[in-house]
T-cell receptor, first 114, second 115 residues
Framework: KQEVTQIPAALSVPEGENLVLNCSFTDSAIYNLQWFRQDPGKGLTSLLLIQSSQREQTSGRLNASLDKSSGRSTLYIAASQPGDSATYLC?????????????FGKGTKLSVKP | NAGVTQTPKFQVLKTGQSMTLQCAQD?????MSWYRQDPGMGLRLIHYSVGAGITDQGEVPNGYNVSRSTTEDFPLRLLSAAPSQTSVYFC??????????????FGNGTRLTVT
């Protein structure tokens, strides 16, 4: 059974710091991995989607990497800002099982202090 | 461009009542889905649809019904509400559903309390 883990559950950093969020998954047979952002009381916003054949994706100050063989992905945020404060979730799309299912991690709550 | 619209935003039900959570998208997405989000449990898939007239069960379908008569709409029906269905419900859509995957677009959620 695919399990997705995000550690730490919460992270607090000062403004301007570069930071890395971690996502690990137990079954390397995935199609792709997505990173999402969730603001309090809101839905999820897709940040980056990495196909299984790719190693990384970049969007602005965000860079996501994928290492399927080790079951890990990282989300790198450069020069963090208070507006980056949110919960970040990763989700994997797996082969087989229930079609249509993404398996989500429980998220890392990020707080960027001014 | 509205994206994914969910109504209502908040709802309180008594045990045994029924209701329908509405979801509409204006992006012409074939794939639509319903998730529930609970503290400590993360997001879990309830039902999904890969096109009009096609629906299937996800991880936690019991107590919920769906239908997909149009591409745009995907309502979720609670048949007889139970306190265990207290949760935040999210509708999501994408051009291509998992596993192939396109970015998933979420609505802002419906916070449901069953007393």
């Amino acid at each position: 059974k695919q399990e997705v883990t995000q550690i730490p559950a919460a992270l607090s950093v000062p403004e301007g710091e570069n930071l890395v969020l971690n996502c690990s998954f137990t079954d390397s047979a995935i199609y792709n991995l997505q990173w999402f952002r969730q603001d309090p009381g809101k839905g999820l916003t897709s940040l980056l989607l990495i196909q299984s054949s790719q190693r990384e994706q970049t969007s602005g100050r965000l860079n996501a990497s994928l290492d399927k063989s080790s079951g890990r992905s990282t989300l790198y945020i450069a020069a963090s800002q208070p507006g980056d404060s949110a919960t970040y979730l990763c989700a994997v799309s797996r082969y087989g099982g229930s079609q249509g299912n993404l398996i989500f991690g429980k998220g890392t709550k990020l707080s960027v202090k001014p | 461009n509205a994206g994914v619209t969910q109504t209502p935003k908040f709802q309180v039900l008594k045990t045994g009542q029924s209701m329908t959570l509405q979801c509409a998208q204006d992006m012409n997405h074939e794939y639509m889905s319903w998730y529930r989000q609970d503290p400590g449990m993360g997001l879990r898939l309830i039902h999904y649809s890969v096109g009009a007239g096609i629906t299937d069960q996800g991880e936690v379908p019991n107590g919920y019904n769906v239908s997909r008569s149009t591409t745009e709409d995907f309502p979720l029906r609670l048949l007889s509400a139970a306190p265990s269905q207290t949760s935040v419900y999210f509708c999501a859509s994408s051009y291509q559903g998992p596993p192939r995957g396109s970015p998933l677009h979420f609505g802002n959620g419906t916070r449901l309390t069953v007393t």
